[in-house]
């Protein structure tokens, strides 16, 4: 079936609604990352790790800031959000060092590309600021480096990487998806029944996850 | 026995000894921070100490580019103050999370307050800069409100604290006084072994801790 493209930027988000869920996430990618800076064995790669984290934290204080800005007590916003998120988190479980790291380049990625788009549609110079946040340089290359130097001629690591970018990419894609649960397009539609929006949205940042998975030599 | 006062700010400490040490520190402490966020069973509780998380990496970043600045790989000059300060905090084993804050906020007064002094004797502008980051607000005031939310009207959780507060002070200490054993007084003496000089700022630090104590209403 063919469907015609129709992008986010003409949707009006709820700014309170977009900036609380984005600044949850942004904590909880920053805590995830903390723990895998603190998991690392080599004091170099926890420096790496670190840094990427001290810049999530950076987004998630923005965000915050930028909903202060809108009347709103932070936590009080953010935590109709926690649930969901707390559990994309929880459904990975303990794993390996590496894998820990290939989510937080490959999360990251995705969820702060998909923001942007949605954030496009944020009133005035909301939606500037907004995506200034969420297109900000993590050091996601020096993650790339970590896990790169880890492939390097290691099938095992390899096959492992490989499978572990193909388990996480279905729940993440579902973290963006479920954001657009309440919004509605300019004639009052739920967006998320309208297939010929969703399905281009989703397909793109299953490319650009398979593009990050390329570059690291992983079949997506 | 009567002391004579001699403050630290006459010696000539390492620099890169002191700034990779501290570097690691507040990574150490950056880490113990981001675990407390992370343990908060309240939002709002874990807003204020991801903002204090914040801070922390802040310094630890800043003391990274300061060593960066005098030609060292920051990774590399850490490694050599890594294990006694990861003893430090494995010391504390598991702990209620009110515990955890206390810690959070006596052994960073504590801990900023004593390097700061020895900073003082770093050789031109790199004194003021190093002091700068480590007396730089924290947000302390804040833990010290969740704390004390805590404390109010609760008997129990105030003989807990204190009691933490007690068995936390020696091992800082510890921690502050093991960065004086590669140091030597302008006449080439240990200062380690000098008592008049190291006495006063112990009691200085004690002192300060003591104070943080009182506030939360806690016998020291």
């Keep these: 079936m063919r469907v015609d493209r129709v992008p986010l930027g003409d949707l009006r988000p709820d700014p309170v609604a977009l900036l609380a869920r984005t600044a949850y996430l942004e904590l ?25 984290a001290a810049r999530i934290l950076g987004q998630h204080t923005a965000l915050v800031d930028l909903l202060t800005e809108q009347g709103e007590v932070p936590a009080v916003a953010m935590q109709p959000y926690a649930a969901d998120i707390d559990r994309y988190w929880r459904r990975f479980g303990e794993t390996g060092w ?9 999360a990251t990625g995705l969820l ?4 942007a788009q949605l954030g496009a549609g944020l009133p005035g110079s909301l939606a500037d ?3 200034a946040v969420l297109t900000a340089d993590l050091g ?19 096959s492992r990487l490989a499978l572990w970018g193909r388990r ?3 729940d993440t894609l579902l973290v963006a ?3 657009l649960d309440a919004v509605r397009d300019p004639s009052g539609v739920p967006v998320e029944t309208e297939e010929r929006r969703v399905e281009p949205v989703l397909n793109d940042l299953i490319a650009a996850h398979t593009r990050r998975m390329d570059r690291l030599g992983l079949t997506a």
């Design 98 to 106: 590496h894998e820990s790291v290939l989510t937080l380049h490959l």
């Design 28 to 52: 909880s990618l920053f805590e995830a990352a903390s723990s895998v800076a603190a998991r690392a064995s080599d004091l170099a790669d926890r420096e790496v790790v670190t840094r990427v």
């Design 129 to 131: 600021r907004y995506c």
């Design 140 to 158: 996601q290359e020096s993650l790339v480096q970590v896990l790169s130097a880890a492939i390097a001629g290691d099938r095992r690591m390899t």
């Design 112 to 115: 702060n590309d998909f923001f």
């Design 177 to 179: 998806r479920s954001a």
């Design 168 to 170: 996480i990419v279905g």
